[in-house]
């Protein structure tokens, strides 16, 4: 199963292409951020907390629901298959 998993937006790659990259427990990816994507400056996004599914922004949340969603994925023993389809490999 591939959930959405929170991820902190850690820097904007591409806006033309709406591209960043977000790390969650030491992985890190690219993700297309058009769904999130500010009518701003992008770099505001920068340091804040997105649900990524298949390789997409796809909301934001708080850091405080981030870290709730990833102890609850954790408990349930999903948080490392989560983290495997993030870095493109298979879970352990």
């Given amino acids: 199963m591939c959930l959405g998993i929170p991820a902190q937006i850690q820097s904007i790659d591409d806006p033309e292409r709406f591209n960043v990259t977000v790390a969650v427990n030491g992985v890190s990816r690219l993700a ?19 649900v990524i599914h298949v390789g997409f922004a796809l909301g934001l ?15 349930i023993g999903g948080l490392e298959h989560e983290l495997a389809d993030l870095a ?3 879970p352990a």
């Fill in 32 to 50: 297309n951020a058009a769904c999130i994507w500010p009518t701003g400056d992008p770099q505001q996004l920068v340091g804040q907390w997105a």
């Fill in 88 to 90: 493109g490999r298979e």
């Fill in 61 to 75: 949340l708080s850091e405080a629901e981030a870290q709730e969603t990833l102890a609850a994925l954790n408990e």
